[in-house]
C-alpha cells in the first residue's frame, strides 16, 4: 500500500475518532444540563380566551401547574395566550414561545387543519406540542413522535348524551314525550362546523336516540358555533316558527344549551327539555337549578393535570407518566360521565 494512501486512512481513523469524543462530550453536556433543571417555561395558546369550555380548562390548568410544582420541587412558568380566533396571531405566539426558549407548546388550535405551521417550526426547535380540544388532522399528528394530544372522544360524548335520554324515555315516557302524541319533537343546536366534536355529537347523538327506540322527529335546527347568544337568537326564531313544537333541545355545548333556554324564558315556555355537553360551571348551575336536564362531563381535573404532566415531562425529557396512558403513543381520551337532574332515583 502506498504511504500517501496510509497517511490518508490515518487521518480519517483521526477524524473519526474527533467526531465520536465530540458527540460523547455534547452528550454528556446534555445529561448534565438535564440533571440541572429545575424549572421549565410552558407556552399556552388558546384559540378564544372567552369560550366558556376553555376558560374552565384553563382555571384547571393554572391549578395543576402549581400543584406539580409544589410536589415536584421544579418551578413552572406559564405563558398563557389567546389567539382570539386568529391562526395568523397563534403562529405568531408560536414563534414568540420558541424565541423566549419555552420547553414545550400546549396548543389549542384556531383551525385543527391547518397546524402544519405550528408543527414545522415546533420541529426545527425540537420543541414538543401538546395539542388539546381541538384535534389536529391524523396526517399532521403523524409528522413527528413529539406531538401529542389531549381530548375528548367525540362518539362517547356523543351516546352519553343521548342515552341520558333514552334511560329518562324508558323510566318515564311522559317526562319526554311532553304533548304525549307518541313522538319526540327536537332541535338541534350545533358547535362550528370545522370543529371534530360538531359533526360526530350531532350524528351520534340523534343515532343513539334511535337505537334506543326513543321516537324522535327533527323539527329543525342550526349552526351557533358553541354560542350562548347565537344559539338563543336560533331558538327564539325556532320558537316563533313552531309554537308549541317543541319538546326537546339537543345542544353540541352547555353554552348553547344556556342560549336556548334564555330564549324559552324570554318567551314564557315551560317544560322544554334541554340538553347539553361539557358540564361548565354556569351548565352546573343550571343543572343544579332544574333549567338544563344533563349534560356530559369530560373529567376536567384529569384533562388539566394530563396536559400539564404531558408538558412536564416532554419538558424535562423524562418517561411519559404512565398514569395518563396514551393510544398510538399520542393520544390520551379523558373519561367522562353524565349529569342529569329529572331522573328520578328508585323509581
Ligand atoms: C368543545 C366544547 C365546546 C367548545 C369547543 C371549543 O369540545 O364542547 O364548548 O369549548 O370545544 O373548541
Same mark, same amino acid.
Given at each position: 500500500?502506498?504511504?500517501?494512501?496510509?497517511?490518508?486512512?490515518?487521518?480519517?481513523?483521526?477524524?473519526?475518532?474527533?467526531?465520536? $469524543?465530540?458527540?460523547?462530550?455534547?452528550?454528556?453536556?446534555?445529561?448534565?444540563?438535564?440533571?440541572?433543571?429545575?424549572?421549565?417555561?410552558?407556552?399556552?395558546?388558546?384559540?378564544?380566551?372567552?369560550?366558556?369550555?376553555?376558560?374552565?380548562?384553563?382555571?384547571?390548568?393554572?391549578?395543576?401547574?402549581?400543584?406539580?410544582?409544589?410536589?415536584?420541587?421544579?418551578?413552572?412558568?406559564?405563558?398563557?395566550?389567546?389567539?382570539?380566533?386568529?391562526?395568523?396571531?397563534?403562529?405568531?405566539?408560536?414563534?414568540?414561545?420558541?424565541?423566549?426558549?419555552?420547553?414545550?407548546?400546549?396548543?389549542?388550535?384556531?383551525?385543527?387543519?391547518?397546524?402544519?405551521?405550528?408543527?414545522?417550526?415546533?420541529?426545527?426547535a425540537g420543541v414538543p406540542v401538546v395539542f388539546f380540544n381541538r384535534q389536529?388532522?391524523?396526517?399532521?399528528?403523524?409528522?413527528?413522535?413529539?406531538?401529542?394530544?389531549?381530548?375528548?372522544?367525540?362518539?362517547?360524548?356523543?351516546?352519553?348524551?343521548?342515552?341520558?335520554? $333514552?334511560?329518562?324515555?324508558?323510566?318515564?315516557?311522559?317526562?319526554?314525550?311532553?304533548?304525549?302524541?307518541?313522538?319526540?319533537?327536537?332541535?338541534?343546536?350545533?358547535?362550528?362546523?370545522?370543529?371534530?366534536?360538531?359533526?360526530?355529537?350531532?350524528?351520534? /347523538?340523534?343515532?343513539?336516540?334511535?337505537?334506543?327506540?326513543?321516537?324522535?322527529?327533527?323539527?329543525?335546527?342550526?349552526?351557533?358555533?358553541?354560542?350562548?347568544? =347565537?344559539? /338563543?337568537?336560533?331558538?327564539? =326564531?325556532?320558537?316563533?316558527?313552531?309554537?308549541?313544537?317543541?319538546?326537546?333541545?339537543? /345542544?353540541?355545548?352547555?353554552?348553547?344549551?344556556?342560549?336556548?333556554?334564555?330564549?324559552?324564558?324570554?318567551?314564557? $315556555?315551560?317544560?322544554?327539555?334541554v340538553i347539553g355537553i361539557d358540564g361548565t360551571t354556569p351548565g352546573l348551575?343550571?343543572?343544579?337549578?332544574?333549567?338544563?336536564?344533563?349534560?356530559?362531563?369530560?373529567?376536567?381535573?384529569?384533562?388539566?393535570?394530563?396536559?400539564?404532566?404531558?408538558?412536564?415531562?416532554?419538558?424535562?425529557?423524562?418517561?411519559?407518566?404512565?398514569?395518563?396512558?396514551?393510544?398510538?403513543?399520542?393520544?390520551?381520551?379523558?373519561p367522562q360521565e353524565i349529569l342529569v337532574t329529572k331522573i328520578k332515583e328508585?323509581?
Amino acid at each position: 500500500m502506498s504511504r500517501v494512501r496510509r497517511g490518508r486512512r490515518a487521518s480519517i481513523a483521526l477524524l473519526l475518532l474527533c467526531a465520536l $469524543v465530540s458527540m460523547l462530550l455534547t452528550a454528556c453536556q446534555g445529561v448534565r444540563k438535564e440533571e440541572e433543571k429545575t424549572s421549565i417555561r410552558i407556552g399556552i395558546s388558546l384559540y378564544r380566551g372567552d369560550d366558556t369550555f376553555i376558560n374552565n380548562i384553563r382555571s384547571i390548568i393554572e391549578e395543576k401547574a402549581k400543584e406539580y410544582e409544589r410536589e415536584s420541587g421544579i418551578k413552572v412558568t406559564l405563558d398563557i395566550q389567546d389567539a382570539k380566533g386568529s391562526q395568523n396571531t397563534q403562529n405568531n405566539q408560536v414563534e414568540r414561545f420558541i424565541s423566549l426558549g419555552c420547553d414545550v407548546l400546549c396548543i389549542n388550535p384556531v383551525d385543527r387543519m391547518d397546524t402544519s405551521l405550528i408543527i414545522d417550526r415546533a420541529m426545527t426547535a425540537g420543541v414538543p406540542v401538546v395539542f388539546f380540544n381541538r384535534q389536529p388532522v391524523e396526517e399532521d399528528m403523524n409528522r413527528w413522535d413529539k406531538l401529542y394530544y389531549i381530548g375528548v372522544d367525540a362518539k362517547e360524548t356523543a351516546v352519553l348524551q343521548g342515552e341520558m335520554v $333514552v334511560d329518562l324515555y324508558r323510566k318515564e315516557p311522559e317526562a319526554v314525550d311532553i304533548n304525549g302524541d307518541g313522538v319526540v319533537s327536537y332541535v338541534m343546536l350545533e358547535g362550528e362546523s370545522s370543529h371534530q366534536d360538531s359533526l360526530i355529537r350531532t350524528e351520534w /347523538s340523534v343515532q343513539t336516540l334511535k337505537d334506543g327506540k326513543v321516537p324522535i322527529e327533527k323539527i329543525t335546527g342550526g349552526i351557533a358555533n358553541w354560542e350562548r347568544s =347565537q344559539a /338563543s337568537a336560533l331558538m327564539e =326564531q325556532w320558537l316563533a316558527d313552531y309554537p308549541d313544537t317543541i319538546e326537546l333541545v339537543i /345542544s353540541n355545548n352547555d353554552d348553547m344549551a344556556l342560549g336556548a333556554i334564555d330564549a324559552l324564558e324570554r318567551a314564557d $315556555v315551560m317544560g322544554v327539555n334541554v340538553i347539553g355537553i361539557d358540564g361548565t360551571t354556569p351548565g352546573l348551575e343550571a343543572l343544579e337549578s332544574g333549567k338544563l336536564l344533563g349534560t356530559v362531563s369530560a373529567n376536567k381535573e384529569l384533562y388539566g393535570s394530563a396536559i400539564v404532566e404531558l408538558a412536564a415531562s416532554c419538558a424535562l425529557q423524562e418517561e411519559l407518566p404512565s398514569e395518563y396512558p396514551l393510544t398510538d403513543d399520542t393520544y390520551f381520551w379523558t373519561p367522562q360521565e353524565i349529569l342529569v337532574t329529572k331522573i328520578k332515583e328508585n323509581p
